[in-house]
């Protein structure tokens, strides 16, 4: 090794990597449409190490860089038929980006992790409670810091610009609450998810509150019976990706939901309508799909539906008019089933089936394979209910929590024999 490579080494030290992980938390809150960004500098930082080192990924990795090659390649497949295929090449691009500077950042954090561990959980401990003082100031005031930050009205618009803020404390906190209790402090442990569970229902994430709630059921049974609860977590998973088109059509919406009660919101019925219609153009193409970012363009998508929203006053009822498919179904099964076809649903089922597993074989106490199998649980509910499939901060926070979960639910000596 050359005194160059060696000087690149000492500069781009991991531990500098993770007190760098701090810019996650401050972009998430001051900067969410760019919140990719702490992605891309791990990405490259990870990516310049490797290449000065001359390192090989670790073989434990191999696996993941098949399937995202194999998506990669498949998507650059649908080009030929998608609807718009420069914008489906500049998407293929940037997944492919995102993907180079994630799979570079597991790759330092696999072998470095013991020596991140300790700043990266000082950095999402100190963040986490950063980004939930910043939501508490935003809520009590109405909205008036977001509303600083990022324009708008205060009232009609704070829970939707905090939703990547929420999504952060929703999944880290499951490894805060791993980190807390490694360290001794298992008074405090549960705060975490808690407080998540909290800031999600006071700003309306009711997605993110359903997500949390299934992943606290799954830490539990988790903590009682880790290998069966992945086990199960997994085949759940992946049997949901193979046959989502069928339940979009059993969970369409139809007279019963309009006497349903009032806490049946314009989103749950809007959600419902926009599955039936992606399943109705699933089955039209269910072989190869209609192309990478069909769903912005797809025919019919732009239908004028009348949707029910039941206000506070159970007794009124309003007529809203809302698109059939709004940029994309608000459920990464049926997107990718949209888009992909078979061939995408089965890359999404063996990804969805393979981490819980991956899991329960990691070498990590009982406590860190509940954590990280609550937090996939809460990350698969946020997929099915919420984001787009290809939405660039909802990658990177993916990304950045699948590399930090690497180094914080990673057992020292001590963790272990406390968790014994």
């Not at 996650?24 to 490259?44: H, M, Q, R, T």
Request: with cysteine.
């Amino acid at each position: 090794m050359t005194s160059l490579n060696k000087a690149i080494g000492r500069v781009l030290d991991p531990r500098l990597l993770a007190w760098g992980a701090i810019l996650i938390p401050l972009f998430v809150f001051v900067a969410p449409k760019i919140s990719y960004w702490p992605l891309v500098f791990a990405g490259i930082v990870g990516l310049i190490r490797h290449a000065a080192l001359r390192g090989l990924p670790p073989r434990s990795m191999y696996p993941l860089i098949g399937w995202t090659l194999a998506l990669l390649v498949w998507i650059a497949i649908s080009l030929a038929y998608a609807p718009d295929m420069k914008a489906g090449l500049t998407l293929l691009l940037k997944l492919g980006a995102y993907g180079a500077c994630g799979l570079a950042l597991v790759s330092v954090t696999l072998e470095h992790g013991a020596a991140m561990r300790r700043g990266a959980g000082y950095v999402h401990l100190v963040g986490g409670l950063a980004v939930a003082g910043a939501l508490c100031v935003d809520y009590v005031s109405g909205g008036a810091v977001s509303t600083l930050l990022f324009g708008g009205s205060a009232q009609m618009g704070a829970a939707n610009r905090n939703t990547t803020a929420i999504v952060y404390l929703a999944l880290f906190a499951w490894l805060i609450c791993v980190w807390l209790r490694g360290h001794g402090y298992t008074w405090v442990a549960a705060a975490p998810p808690m407080l998540a569970i909290v800031f999600a229902w006071l700003f309306g994430q009711f997605a993110a509150v359903l997500a949390l709630l299934v992943g606290a059921v799954v830490f539990g049974l988790a903590m009682l019976r880790p290998r069966s609860t992945g086990s199960a977590v997994a085949l759940l998973c992946a049997a949901f990706v193979i046959v989502a088109p069928v339940g979009g059509k059993l969970l369409a919406p139809g007279p019963w939901l309009r006497s349903a009660p009032v806490l049946i919101q314009f989103s749950a019925y809007h959600r419902m309508k926009i599955w039936a219609f992606a399943a109705d153009r699933i089955v039209e193409r269910p072989l190869l799909g209609w192309g990478i970012d069909a769903s912005r363009r797809i025919p019919g998508g732009n239908t004028i539906v009348e949707i029910d929203r039941y206000m506070a006053d159970p007794n009124q009822r309003y007529r809203t008019r809302a698109v059939i498919m709004p940029l994309h179904p608000h459920n990464a099964a049926l997107q990718v089933w949209l888009e992909l076809g078979v061939v995408g649903a089965l890359l999404l089922a063996a990804l969805c089936g393979g981490i819980p597993l991956a899991c329960t074989r990691a070498p990590w106490s009982r406590t860190s394979i509940a954590a990280g199998l609550a937090m996939f649980s809460t990350a698969y509910v946020l997929a099915m209910l919420s984001f787009s499939l290809w939405q660039s901060r909802w990658h990177a926070l993916l990304w950045l929590v699948g590399a930090s979960a690497v180094v914080l639910l990673g057992d020292g000596p001590e963790r272990k024999a406390r968790d014994a």
